[in-house]
């Protein structure tokens, strides 16, 4: 079963504040000023597990996003912290993601 999640991303760090890394929801990106004419703000097509190691093994996003929407039942909408081993660990992703960051997402979950 494919799901539509709608979602933000922000890097806990201590000095960037909540930093929003990355959001498909238009009104979030204005909000934090990182709105892109050019993006589109849809929802993220995923294959739904109910199982949270199949939703880990079988998509391609990061385990704590991963898990965490393996949680939610369709139409909820909620919170996920999690450290960086189950996000980008040392590496990091590019500029915007330090190494070793703690991640919260703001989800909310959708029938296709």
């Known amino acids: 079963t494919s799901i539509n999640v709608y979602y933000s991303g922000h890097v806990i760090d201590g000095i960037t504040d909540n930093f929003l890394f990355d959001t498909n929801i238009a009104d979030t990106a204005r909000m934090y000023r990182r709105y892109n004419k050019d993006k589109s703000y849809t929802g993220l097509s995923v294959t739904y597990y109910k199982n949270p190691d199949d939703a880990i093994s079988n998509n391609s996003l990061v385990d704590g996003f991963a898990r965490a929407i393996s949680e939610f039942k369709y139409g909820e909408e909620g919170v996920a912290f999690f450290s960086s081993s189950h996000g980008y660990e040392a590496e990091g992703s590019g500029k915007t993601i330090p190494a ?10 959708q029938e296709k």
């Open 100 to 109: 070793y960051s703690p991640l919260v997402f703001y989800i909310r979950t």
